[in-house]
């Protein structure tokens, strides 16, 4: 396929389903994908390959062009750093092995949030947060916001995020990651492509924004979402010139949740600068 041709594709390599912090089961993210005209699917759960299955067998029901995909915590500079995998085997052994430690800490993680919530004045976070989780096995900061809006501590997801779940706040506490390298060696592992995601969330000073481009590339990280639903127009053209400056293949991404958490919707997100190399170039 021509460049022009590939810039044209309806491509959405990052989302979400019931399978971590999704609203829509992986068989309805893929119907409303299709709905909204995507053309190549990516479904990247947290720490979680469950939903691939279900997913590809309804884009291939569908005629949708599915990539497996995964979204793997990192812990990097004091900071998460989430590094999408796309093309990934799901059978592959070292990737199940590495999602499955992560999704052991995260369980403990979520322990130690329900006690720091608790000791704040708020009791049985937990059980709360485990009522919006579909699956048992991934309970994350969103679930814990959903049951304190619910119950009417806050108004709304975001304002929970603020107040109670970042870093100072006293839902906030601290927790280990997979390491970059791991993150980048286990998608590399599994035949898959390693993405920088949602670049500009991360608080990270210029100079570590720089280390870690230089630890990504090294470990074998080939791509950055420089497209995102999660960027301003500035933050897109900043991370259009680190893909051009760091010869990086380039993402388009809604990061889709559900319909009144997300500001982009599946599929709905600008096209990538059309003089960048779309990292969908590797599974058309
Ligand atoms: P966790 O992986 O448990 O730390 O949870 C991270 C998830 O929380 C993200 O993937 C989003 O779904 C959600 N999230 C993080 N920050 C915010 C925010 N400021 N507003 C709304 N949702 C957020
Ligand atoms: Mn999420
Ligand atoms: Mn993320
Ligand atoms: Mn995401």
Redesign the pocket.
């Known amino acids: 396929m021509k460049l022009a041709e590939l810039h044209a594709l309806n491509a959405d390599l990052h989302c979400?389903s019931t399978v971590s912090?999704g609203w829509l089961e992986p068989a309805g993210v893929v119907a409303r994908a299709k709905a909204n005209g995507v053309e190549l699917l990516a479904l990247t759960d947290?720490d979680e390959l469950g939903g691939l299955g279900i997913a590809a067998a309804a884009a291939a029901e569908l005629g949708l062009r599915f990539v497996p995909g995964v979204e793997v915590?990192v812990s990097f500079a004091d900071e998460?750093i989430?590094v999408v995998g796309l093309g990934i085997d799901p059978q592959d052994p070292g990737i199940v092995a590495g999602l499955q430690q992560i999704r052991m800490g995260?369980d403990a993680r979520a322990a130690r949030i329900g006690q720091a919530l608790a000791d704040a004045g708020i009791p049985g976070a937990l059980e709360g947060a485990r009522r919006f989780a579909r699956n048992p096995a991934l309970?994350?900061?969103?679930h814990f916001?959903r049951h304190l809006v619910a119950s009417g501590v806050m108004p709304d997801?975001?304002t929970v995020?603020?107040h109670y779940?970042?870093r100072g706040k006293p839902g906030f506490v601290d927790h280990e990651w997979a390491s970059l390298e791991d993150a980048v060696g286990w998608i590399r592992g599994a035949g898959g492509v390693a993405v920088i995601a949602h670049p500009a969330r991360y608080r990270l000073s210029n100079a570590d924004m720089e280390r870690l481009l230089d630890r990504f590339i090294a470990a074998g990280g080939e791509a950055i979402e420089v497209v995102s639903g999660a960027h301003s127009e500035d933050e897109m053209r900043r991370f259009a010139t680190v893909a051009r400056r760091r010869g990086l293949l380039a993402s388009r991404a809604s990061d889709f949740?559900g319909e009144n958490?997300s500001p982009v919707d599946l599929g709905r997100c600008n096209p990538l600068p059309s003089d960048l190399t779309p990292v969908w170039s590797r599974f058309i």
Not at 139 to 142: I, K, M, T
């Open positions: 979400h912090d947290h915590s998460t989430h995260r309970v994350s900061r969103a916001a997801v975001r995020f603020e779940l970042v949740h958490e």
